[in-house]
């Protein structure tokens, strides 16, 4: 029987029903999506059906099947009078998203199936609905939800998501637009899609350059706001991030995790030589979940040592490692700059930090010992010239070291740590000392400092300017240890909170300065005019005299900053006018003097109460968030300072990298020596590898993790490969009835394959008998006019249904079980 068959198809759908609530542990159980399932497409062809002749209980019946509560559930009603409601397509594209909403692939799949004659409305967003925005499509719709079953099944029906331009974009087409025409909200939208798991898996060729480029946009979009959505891509940055770190958690073993980080697709040109290109790819995406991981952490201390993998383990093989990247490091460094390929020491990323760290040693010695050696003038001219020397050719082999990372990386990688800005003041400060150096050593014929004393020399003179620079130089050279010191565990944390609110400081420092230069120009105004004037008194007391702190702008802003800590008292915001009348008697303008006091107060108040009080709460809570997260910062950053010791550039500390550098480039442009120049020293590889057979490991890799995360949220437990992350909000993801294989009947939304689709059938048992099934519980408005045809294969008269005969039609045609 037609109805018995119909009921059998129907109650197979109890397989399909979704399940309510998310467990935080347990197995939540495995669905999948099967297209193949004769059922399951009998089904589908007998609701599209029912929908068409408005079969109003029957269609009610099939969606209590698909819904978790069956009939009772609340959001049936909604969906079931949108899709009787022909009036426009609208209610159509309501109902499916809608339908997105309620998180069942079923149900989706079931209301897809009704745009089978017009599938360009499936892909756009609704038009006049109160639930949903215009511009929310259905894949934006999913994805935001993070459905990965319902993502998968839009993108395979050809769905895709237009990403509009950022704000700040000046192509030619946005150049004609004003800011006011371009949406914003729907920038922020699209954002929220695009960085979800489910796009990021599912729309992407590669997840890992993905995920990083979406962060490298929502930092863009963070500076460029003008704080009305920074919260919102803040937020949507944290996610990315956080869900990055799951992915390498899915790499159980070293192998695995070797191979997702050093594919060199998406990879910039600069770290194509690099081991684990990947790496200082998200590095430079600024992936501090990743990057702290321990799959992360492992793989670079592995890339860091190198060789040296082991050290730490045998003590003398340690000592005579140690020895020759310090005190035999010059004679290797010459081995390097004739034979690159001999005296591989320097190819170890660990041993150039120890020829760094020693070459920095000499330069502290150096920069101590300088003004030890002033206080024997006769005997230590040489010397001190001799100590400069080497100072200066440091800073040099330094300021190209950082000018050739700085053209490597770019400016904003190369200033998105403390210490770069640090070496550049430090090399600015060196180099302005050296020219002066160079002006003073210089043979003049006029004016010979070493014949004058140095009374008669002028503010200006070369040897002046040179002590001044240099001994800020020094000051910055001695400080320069911070450096190193943050790669100690334990210390290191301490150093780089220091550091994270020194960042902190220059905006309250510039508002200081602001403040003091406007009062300093009004305490000025007042001052002036009763500068000089002396007040004569009777009783032979001193005579008052106007200070001359406030004399000019440049005194009254030294003196207005020397008052912050205490040095400038009640007794300057006097004014003194002199004496006048028969008795000569003193003369006072005592609302001047008032006037000059309350600027006074009102400055202090400001600058102390108020500012400095501001800046030490910021610094305070700058520090206690570093120090909460002082594991991660700690470990973020010696990463980062792990893959400086890896580039060439870092192959030799300065000054030997004058020498090596130079040879490098001359090995490899005149004389044609190809050798992997991170690793400077390797013997170049005689194995080609075949490009194909990594990219193929890669995929096969990805599929695996792919699988395993998809597993992590059907099966949920606390694990070392799954990393929780405290004080955020867990975002659901579903993956029930994901389908496996490859799609069965891939959809050609274009208009010629719209056009061929006129010869798809539906070719189940028993479809054509299904007409007279439901005829019971269609009402026909009287009197009837002539049915018009829709364009497609199935073509069905289209009448009003009224939603409420349906209790007065409930006992005709198939009841809903």
């Given at each position: ?90 209610s159509l594209k309501e109902a499916l998203l809608l339908s997105i909403a309620t998180g069942s692939r079923p149900l989706v799949e079931f209301v897809l199936a009704l745009f089978v004659d017009c599938p360009y409305f499936e892909r756009s967003g609704c038009a006049n609905s109160s639930h949903f925005p215009p511009h929310m499509t259905p894949l934006m719709l999913a994805c935001i939800l993070n459905n990965f079953s319902i993502v998968q099944c839009l993108l395979l029906r050809g769905h895709t998501i237009q990403i509009p331009h950022f704000l700040t974009c000046e192509c030619r087409v946005c150049k004609r637009q004003t800011l006011t025409n371009r949406s914003s909200p729907l920038l922020v939208d699209v954002m929220r899609a695009v960085s979800s798991e489910a796009f990021l898996w599912l729309a992407t060729v590669d997840v890992f350059a993905a995920a990083c480029t979406v962060t490298h946009d929502l930092q863009q979009l963070i500076k460029d706001d003008c704080l009305e959505h920074v919260e919102i891509y803040r937020h949507l940055e944290a996610n990315v991030q956080r869900f990055l770190a799951r992915v390498s958690d899915q790499a159980w073993r070293v192998e ?562």
């Open positions: 029987m037609p109805k018995t068959r119909l009921l059998v198809v129907k109650e197979h759908l109890f397989k399909y029903r979704t399940s309510e609530g998310d467990r935080d542990e347990g197995f939540e159980g495995h669905l999948e999506w099967n297209e193949e399932d004769p059922l399951l497409l009998e089904a589908i062809a007998y609701f599209y059906k029912a929908v068409k002749n408005k079969y109003y209980s029957e269609v009610r019946s099939f969606l209590g099947y698909l819904f978790p509560a069956g009939m009772d559930d609340a959001r049936l009603p909604n969906i079931h009078s949108l899709l009787l409601n022909t009036s426009s397509e609208e695995e995790f070797n191979v997702l980080v050093s594919n060199k697709n998406y990879c910039a040109r600069r770290m194509s030589e690099i081991q684990s290109p990947r790496l200082q790819m998200a590095m430079d995406s600024e992936m501090r979940q990743f990057t702290c991981s321990t799959n992360s952490q492992t793989a670079i201390k592995s890339v860091f040592r190198a060789d040296w993998l082991n050290f730490g383990n045998k003590p003398k093989r340690d000592a005579w490692r140690l020895l020759r990247a310090s005190v035999l490091m010059p004679v290797l460094v010459m081995i390097h700059a004739i034979f690159p390929n001999k005296g591989t020491t320097m190819a170890v990323p660990l041993a150039r930090y120890i020829a760094h760290v020693t070459m920095y040693c000499f330069f502290l010695t150096a920069a101590i010992l300088r003004p030890a050696l002033s206080f024997y003038p006769d005997q230590s001219v040489f010397g001190c010239k001799l100590l400069e020397i080497f100072m200066y050719t440091y800073i040099i082999g330094l300021f190209l070291e950082k000018g050739l990372m700085f053209y490597r990386v770019g400016s904003d990688v190369f200033f998105s740590f403390w210490w770069r800005w640090f070496d550049v003041f430090l090399i600015f400060s060196f180099l302005t000392s050296f020219v002066f150096f160079l002006g003073s050593n210089s043979n003049r014929e006029v004016f010979d400092t070493s014949s004058i004393d140095r009374m008669h020399w002028p503010s200006g003179e070369f040897a002046l300017l040179h002590e001044i620079f240099l001994s800020i130089s020094c000051v910055l050279a001695i400080s320069k240890c911070f450096y190193y010191i943050q790669m100690i565990k334990g210390v290191g944390g301490s150093v780089i909170s220091i550091g994270k609110c020194v960042g902190k400081t220059y905006t309250y420092l510039l508002i200081m300065l602001a403040i003091i230069v406007s009062f300093s120009v009004g305490l000025n105004i007042l001052v002036s005019p009763y500068l000089n004037r002396k007040s004569i008194k009777k009783d032979n007391t001193p005579d008052k005299i106007t200070t001359d702190q406030y004399a000019s702008i440049g005194t009254s802003s030294k003196n207005l900053f020397w008052s912050i800590f205490g040095y400038l008292g009640p007794s300057t915001y006097t004014t003194v006018v002199g004496n006048t009348g028969a008795e000569m008697d003193p003369v006072s303008h005592n609302l001047n003097s008032a006037t000059l006091e309350i600027l006074g107060a009102l400055y202090h108040g400001i600058i102390i109460i108020t500012v400095l009080n501001l800046m030490t709460s910021l610094l305070v809570k700058k520090a206690d968030e570093v120090l909460d997260n002082e594991e991660m910062e700690f470990k973020y950053t010696r990463a980062a300072m792990y893959a400086e010791f890896v580039s060439w550039e870092m192959a030799a500390p300065p000054p030997f990298n004058l020498i090596v550098v130079v040879a490098h480039l001359l090995h490899r442009n005149v004389f044609k020596r190809p050798f992997p120049s991170p690793n400077w020293g390797d013997k170049p590889e005689t194995e080609e590898v075949d490009i194909e057979e990594m990219e193929f490991e890669y995929m096969t890799l990805a599929t695996i993790i792919f699988n395993r995360f998809c597993a992590s949220k059907e099966c949920k437990f606390k694990s070392i490969w799954r990393t929780e992350f405290p004080n955020h909000d867990k975002v659901p993801t579903h993956v029930s009835f994901m389908s496996t294989g490859p799609h069965s009947f891939p959809m050609d939304n274009t208009f010629e394959g719209w056009r061929k689709r006129e010869t798809r059938k539906m070719k189940v048992p028993n479809y054509e008998d299904y007409d007279n099934m439901g005829q019971g519980d269609k009402i026909v408005e009287a009197p009837a006019k002539a049915a018009t045809s829709v364009r497609g294969p199935y073509s069905f008269p289209t009448t009003k249904v009224d939603p409420l005969a349906s209790k007065q039609t409930a006992n005709k045609g198939i009841p809903p079980v």
